[in-house]
């Protein structure tokens, strides 16, 4: 076992970026996860944050890990944990780095609580979290769908389906508020923000997400899609157990597929039931993401 004082340590920026996804490549390889890391906007949200510490061997980058928000530290109430995401190459774990990483991590955090973020979760890491004072407040499966086989989910009765356009806007929210308002923690948020939001997404496709109308015109459930994820699927407490779901999202499968697309990706979080239904659809677990914190 090598020493973590072998190695060189240093500061990254937006130079290393290339080391920073094969290194998030790698970990994705070994232990399976959210595959948008990999692209720049999160690779850089993530890891290249306020600072950004790397060790290097033989000229590979091996660990790294950004911590963003530390300027809140010492300020008093109010003021917001600072945030950290880390990674270490699966063949050099084991060694001390993850443990330097969270040192280094704390260090900078200053007196604020630190939120810490992985997009490739693993039990080993799970484990050294928890022994360093850090409490799972967060965990999600990241399932996939080989678009080589779709399944054949018949219409409900009496729906129909339409595309969302701008002109049901107001409808799509309304109908995510009714059907969030019941998970744990759901929290309103302002209309013209979450619209905003979802329809200046550069990957929003609206021509593939759905609005489901009852018989009397209603909307009753809906499904958001971004590039080859689907997003959001929910259905009014009222309509639940009758295959809207199920059929919302089928019909986004066998759109994605008929466009050629190889697989389609969705995060369902571990306390949400829909997840059995996305398994029984045919998605498979490719790895979780998780969120930690740690109060001073």
């Keep these: 076992m090598e020493p973590t004082d072998t190695l060189d340590w240093g500061e990254l920026d937006e130079r290393h970026t290339a080391a920073l996804t094969k290194l998030a490549e790698e970990c994705l390889a070994a232990d399976g996860g959210l595959p948008l890391l990999t692209t720049p906007p999160l690779l850089r949200a993530r890891l290249l944050q306020t600072y950004t510490l790397g060790a290097w061997h033989d000229g590979l980058l091996v660990a790294a890990a950004g911590i963003g928000n530390t300027a809140t530290a010492g300020t008093g109430v109010g003021a917001g944990p600072a945030t950290t995401t880390g990674l270490v190459h699966p063949d050099r774990r084991g060694q001390g780095l993850g443990t330097r990483l969270i040192t280094w991590a ?15 979760w693993s039990a080993d890491a799970d484990r050294l979290l928890t022994a360093h004072g850090f409490h799972r407040t967060f965990a999600e499966s990241v399932l996939r769908h080989d678009l080589d086989a779709v399944p054949a989910v018949a219409q409900p009765d009496s729906v129909r389906t339409e595309p969302v356009t701008a002109g049901v806007g107001g409808e799509l929210f309304s109908t995510y508020c009714a059907a969030f308002a019941d998970r744990p923690g759901f929290v309103t948020p302002d209309a013209d923000e979450w619209l905003a ?39 009014v407490p009222a309509w639940r157990k009758r295959r809207v779901g199920a059929y919302l999202v089928g019909s986004v499968l066998r759109s994605l597929a008929a466009e050629g697309a190889p697989q389609a990706w969705l995060c369902v979080n571990d306390d949400n039931p829909a997840g059995a239904l996305y398994r029984r659809l045919g998605f498979v677990d490719a790895g979780r993401r998780a969120r930690y914190l740690r109060r001073r």
């Design 106 to 120: 704390a260090e900078r955090a200053g007196d604020s609580d630190l939120l810490l973020t992985t997009e490739t």
């Design 197 to 235: 939001e979802l329809f200046e997404d550069d990957e929003y496709r609206p021509d593939l997400s759905l609005l489901t109308r009852a018989p009397d015109g209603q909307p009753v459930g809906f499904v958001n899609v971004l590039g080859t994820w689907v997003d959001q699927v929910g259905v």
